[in-house]
């Protein structure tokens, strides 16, 4: 079984460019969650998503992070513009309901650079 | 609010020693409580969970963990470390029924040869 698929690996882009990362969720999982990690930070929670829909925002930074999920098997996060202090690692992570104990599934990343 | 305490920051160990990582929570009742496994450049693995019954549990790689009640903690074990466990491991905690986890700050495990 596949698990939690993100793209691109890498991103290194200028600020002020457009960035796009992608995640697909394991087939069946109806819960989404959008992660930043820092050293300074540890693991934020960016957004959450049940059933294609935002549930929770409340941790997107500012404006310039938007997300969308507009089918149960792919989902963006976009930073429009970047900048420098955006640089983190972006995780996507899935989970099969809400139902007891059940444990969200990671994928490997996104490493993002702004210069 | 809930929280979770990860008190070592780093954790060295030798190769064939035991090993026991440390996790307190602050929360009323019992929360569903994760351990998670982060190897360089990679996503989170979950370890193990507990949400009810026996209270020492086992996941995968080897690894077990203990919850105690009485001192709000879910400690994670394992009897002999390999060079291949040195990573950055993490404790979580949910309130049963809520979708957020609450992180630990993790505890990064160097194993000397």
């Known amino acids: 079984d596949a698990g939690v698929i993100q793209s691109p690996r890498h991103e290194v882009t200028e600020m002020g460019q457009e960035v796009t990362l992608r995640c697909k969720p394991i087939?069946?999982?109806?819960?989404l969650f959008w992660y930043r990690q820092t050293m300074m930070r540890g693991l934020e929670l960016l957004i959450y998503f049940n059933n294609n829909v935002p549930i929770d925002d409340s941790g997107m930074p500012e404006d310039r992070f938007s997300a969308k999920m507009p089918n149960a098997s792919f989902s963006t996060l976009k930073i429009q513009p970047s900048e420098p202090r955006d640089s983190a690692v972006y995780f996507c992570a899935s989970r099969p309901g809400q139902g007891m104990g059940q444990p969200q599934h990671f994928g490997d990343g996104t490493r993002l650079s702004i210069l | 609010a809930q929280s979770v305490t990860q008190p070592d920051i780093h954790i060295t160990v030798s190769e064939g020693a035991s090993l026991e990582l440390r996790c307190n929570y602050s929360y009323g009742a019992t929360p569903y409580l994760f351990w998670y496994v982060q190897s360089p450049g990679q996503g989170l693995q979950l370890l193990l969970k507990?949400?009810?019954?026996d209270t020492l549990v086992q996941g995968i790689k080897g690894f077990e963990a203990e919850f105690k009640r009485s001192q709000s903690s879910f400690n994670l074990r394992k009897p002999s470390v390999h060079w291949s466990d040195a990573a950055e491991y993490f404790c979580?905690?949910?309130?049963?029924?809520?979708?957020?986890?609450?992180w630990g700050a993790g505890t990064k495990l160097i194993i000397k040869p």
């Open positions: 979580a905690v949910s309130e049963p029924g809520n979708y957020q986890l609450i």
């Open positions: 087939s069946g999982h109806n819960s």
């Open positions: 507990y949400f009810s019954g």
